[in-house]
């Protein structure tokens, strides 16, 4: 089968395969076990509606070295933000798909490229 396109939701995907079209079809192929080559798939992939899923992950600056953990997601609809902690201070951190760069899922990280100085706010 070959994949058209994934949507990520939190820890689970919905995966659209080329040629499976109907209700039918899908459901001959749900919760079946999926094998695929990881390098395939855009572990960049990030979906804003799942944002608030990433509660509890851990967010790497691989610029700055920056690395706190995901308290909460704050839906502010003009610039949603992770709300993370450091050094006994609140750290904001704007939900932007152009700052993440991969997520490892299983390890529950997202490496970003933050705006230098972003952090020290």
Known sequence: FFIEEIRPQGDTAYIKFEFVDSETDAAILRSKPLYAEANKFDTRAFDLSSAPLFNGYRIV???SG???TIDDFI???????FLTH??????????HEDFVL???????IIYMKLPEG???L
């Open 61 to 63: 600056d691989e610029i």
């Open 66 to 68: 920056f690395s706190a």
């Open 75 to 81: 839906d502010n609809p003009a610039n949603p933000l």
């Open 86 to 95: 450091i050094d006994n201070r609140d750290v904001y951190i704007p939900v």
């Open 102 to 108: 991969r997520i490892n899922r299983r390890k529950k």
């Open 118 to 120: 972003l952090t020290e």
